[in-house]
């Protein structure tokens, strides 16, 4: 079972084509010709031309071979050459926060205080009716400690209450109107899996909370409205849809998001497939069976929507030294990090959830939650036994090297975020000093994991980092920072070719959220998700692919972004 399905998500072809190969020529309503596409279909991985009919593809070939499929009211685009490829999918996203976010104080490119003061101000200005001045995307690096404090944001923000999520969302940032407003003061205990962090002379909260800490101030902001939620999914999959993106893993999804989700999909504004991962809640593992499979029951049936998975967050992240790890941080002699679930709930948490047929998706970070996770899984599957269950662990930071080879043997995905392979300040700073040289050489192990023949897929986790798949191919390759691509590579052992990238970003992908019969490659009978790039992958440098751009992006043969470079009748 599980080696059959392997081998169809490895050759991309469902089984429909065969039959769809000997059906009768019939018109076509769009036609790509001219090009250099990169089918992911083993039967012909390169071609010309494609054909698509009534939203599925028809033909996919030599030039020639296209011309009986071209009627007076075929429209036809003429490549020139470009390259044309399956549709990306991105296995690990935030979109609906992400659109959310958007339309907020954005913190992301600020790399200084000062520049990070400047944003605010100016965003402050802006707004003199906002009750709550909040943001998103302030990184770690930029203060000392990863540690802002509640002094710097009182000077930019002195009256009204300011919160900001730090750009990985374990973290936040709040001035003291905020504080005070929630409450909060030194007399307030740390929340479980969350820390308040304190001034070490006085005890006072210093400005900075982590993980579920957060929650303290976020509370106490006013929800978004329903249309506010329907506006940032269509913002946000515009984004996605103008860098290619044709199907797009929400890793995080409540109730709300799942409405939001749905009403776009039933009035067919959905312009990429949307897999929602649930958010499950702690609480006892028989009541949130109940809660997630009553979700599922609501939502499932959509067109372009699929709700069928779980997200569990095995752990927290290696900055703020919340991911489980086996030793200690060496700058935290004896603090090992912590898992969100003490074991045995966990186990028992995949394996219910694992029994009622859903697929688990877990964030998994610091080697000792990855190894947790492994060991879950396994127990999932020596409790339920045998059945196609593709379970998925993402961001995949640091292993225990003999973990790397059970991915494959447990038919667990290995979804990594590629664009996080690089030496910049968050590993410089904040990651190498507390695993010393030894571990260190195990963070993001793609090569290994790929060698080890295991199936890996990328995401983006937007917004913590680049929505552009093209961005983390690019890393995943040099395993060097876009802007200074030429150099010593980040642990050269790790690095990956552009053809199991791409793969990781289609057929692969497809595979992860159980689309690989209908998405995922060119194949005739498969549904017409495809883009075309301005520039031919396999023939420019690699310190340039992210400078490629997307020109045309199909769901279904129809446009979901045109770039005013292309001409389409
Ligand atoms: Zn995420």
Redesign the pocket.
Known sequence: MRRSLFFLALTGAGLGCHLERRAPVLPADLVLRGGAIYTMWPERPWAEAIAIREGHISYVGDDAGVLPYITASTRVVDLAGRMALPGFQDT???PLSGGLELGECNLYDAKTPAEVEGIIRAYAAANPDAAWIRGNGWQLPVFPGANPSRELLDRIVPTRPAFFYAAD?HSGWANSAAFALAGITRETKDPPNGRIERDARTGEPSGTLRESAVALITQHLAPYTSEERLGAVRRALKEANRLGITSITD??AGPEYLTAYHALDARGELTARVTAALHSEVGPVEAEAVRLRGLREQYRRGSRLTVNTVKLYADGVLEARTAAVLAPYLDKPGDRGSLNYAPEDFTARIAAFDRDGFQIHV?GIGDRAIRETLDALQHAREVNGEKDRRPVI??LELFEPSDIARFRELGVIASF?PYWAQADEYITQLTEPALGPARSRWLYPIGSMLRSGAIVVG?S?WT?SSLNPLDAIQVAITRRPLETPLGPAWIPEERVDLAPMLAAYTINAAYATHMERETGSLAPGKLGDLIVIDRNLFTLPVTEIHTARVVLTLLEGNPVWTDSTLMVP
Do not use: E, F, N
Request: net charge negative.
């Open positions: 690990h996203a935030h969302g890793a995080d964030h993402a961001h975020q995401g986790d913590v």
